[in-house]
């Protein structure tokens, strides 16, 4: 019975660590911007300024990724204000919206965020 009682109280200890620890990594809202910036950044870098027409390749490809850049702080403005956080103590929840005009596609982002790092589980095209 004696290591019993032992074992259950290393086992609730050790969660109870855990759970500390996740209370002390769940990022902010302000670390998930510069994710999802970061993110997006990337993706238009590597998806839409490597593609563009031929016609336009040698005007837009090399200001392309410039452009990106200096686009930074609305990224996150328009990140910032079409997200919805969801806050467990240990970990968060984040839902992302971003749906401009009806001439570029929206799509919508669901990320966990857990000991400083950010996990998108859902990317879906509307």
């Known amino acids: 019975m004696r290591v019993l009682s032992i074992i ?3 086992g609730v200890l050790g969660l109870a660590t855990i759970g500390l620890a996740m209370a002390r990594t769940n990022p902010k809202q302000e670390q998930y911007e510069e994710y999802a910036v970061e993110q997006l950044s990337e993706y238009v ?5 490597k593609k563009t027409p031929n016609i336009f390749e040698n ?3 090399f200001n392309c990724t ?7 702080p609305q990224i996150r403005e328009i990140i910032a204000v079409r997200t919805e956080r969801q806050d467990f103590l240990i970990f968060s929840v984040y839902r992302t919206d971003l749906t401009l005009n009806n001439w570029v596609p929206s799509y919508k982002f669901e990320t966990v965020g857990a000991f400083d790092k950010f996990y998108t589980y859902r990317m879906e095209k509307q």
């Open 8 to 10: 259950v109280c290393v």
């Open 45 to 49: 870098k590597g998806n839409l300024c």
């Open 59 to 61: 005007i837009i490809k």
């Open 66 to 72: 410039e452009l990106v850049e200096a686009a930074n």
